[in-house]
């Protein structure tokens, strides 16, 4: 029998069993079709060639994990986990335009929730209020960092060459702001949870 004629069910199980080669059966049989379905959707090769890789990451953990039980569908069940991933970046650029158009950033301007009731749509405000107070105390440099990687949506390439910090020292900061941010609202009680 040759390897064009193997079912993909059956190649999916090879794989289960330890044949990696079988992966790679399944991957060139369906990559092209699985890259162009991702390409009419976002329409720049870079953007498609990341989440088709993304794709099969989740795919294989996916199968690693046991989660495959689509019994002989898999083209529909990896073009599903594209079809979720496309629509996940879409949700994230969708996310970024609503901060990047506002010049005074809005952390929770990402939570827009039209349903929010007056409670709510208070404690919204306090938990607003409160983590722009937290932010000011953080240290400048940390505050800095913060601010361009997620009021203006900078890469930690672009911070640290306009900082002129290595990029492992903006990631630094980054991660020593959140982590001062997490401290602070515990030393001063603040609830930065919505709900």
Same mark, same amino acid.
């Given at each position: 029998?040759?390897?064009?004629?193997?079912?993909?069910?059956?190649?999916?199980?090879?794989?289960?069993?330890?044949?990696?080669?079988?992966?790679?059966?399944?991957?060139?049989?369906?990559?092209?079709?699985?890259?162009?379905?991702?390409?009419?959707?976002?329409?720049?090769?870079? %953007?498609?060639?990341?989440?088709?890789?993304?794709?099969?990451?989740?795919?294989?953990?996916?199968?690693?994990?046991?989660?495959?039980?689509?019994?002989?569908?898999?083209?529909?069940?990896?073009?599903?986990?594209?079809?979720?991933?496309?629509?996940?970046?879409?949700?994230?650029?969708?996310?970024?335009?609503?901060?990047?158009?506002?010049?005074?950033?809005?952390?929770?301007?990402? %939570?827009?929730?039209?349903?929010?009731?007056?409670?709510?749509?208070?404690?919204?405000?306090?938990?607003?209020?409160?983590?722009?107070?937290?932010?000011?105390?953080?240290?400048?440099?940390?505050?800095?960092?913060?601010?361009?990687?997620?009021?203006?949506?900078?890469?930690?390439?672009?911070?640290?060459?306009?900082?002129?910090?290595?990029?492992?020292?903006?990631?630094?900061?980054?991660?020593?702001?959140?982590?001062?941010?997490?401290?602070?609202?515990?030393?001063?009680?603040?609830?930065?949870?919505?709900?």
């Amino acid at each position: 029998m040759s390897l064009n004629n193997i079912s993909d069910k059956i190649l999916v199980s090879q794989y289960l069993n330890g044949e990696n080669s079988s992966f790679e059966i399944l991957l060139s049989r369906h990559k092209s079709r699985i890259f162009a379905f991702i390409m009419s959707k976002v329409k720049n090769r870079d %953007l498609s060639n990341d989440i088709f890789q993304d794709t099969f990451i989740k795919v294989i953990n996916s199968l690693q994990k046991g989660k495959y039980n689509e019994e002989g569908k898999f083209l529909p069940w990896v073009m599903r986990i594209a079809h979720n991933l496309v629509i996940d970046h879409f949700r994230k650029e969708k996310k970024m335009r609503m901060i990047r158009s506002n010049s005074d950033f809005d952390i929770f301007d990402v %939570l827009k929730d039209n349903s929010l009731n007056i409670d709510e749509k208070l404690v919204k405000n306090q938990v607003h209020n409160d983590l722009h107070i937290l932010i000011d105390l953080l240290p400048n440099d940390q505050k800095q960092v913060l601010k361009m990687r997620y009021y203006e949506d900078l890469s930690f390439k672009k911070i640290s060459e306009l900082i002129d910090v290595s990029i492992n020292t903006a990631l630094g900061r980054m991660r020593y702001a959140l982590i001062n941010l997490r401290s602070l609202s515990e030393k001063h009680k603040i609830d930065l949870q919505i709900n």
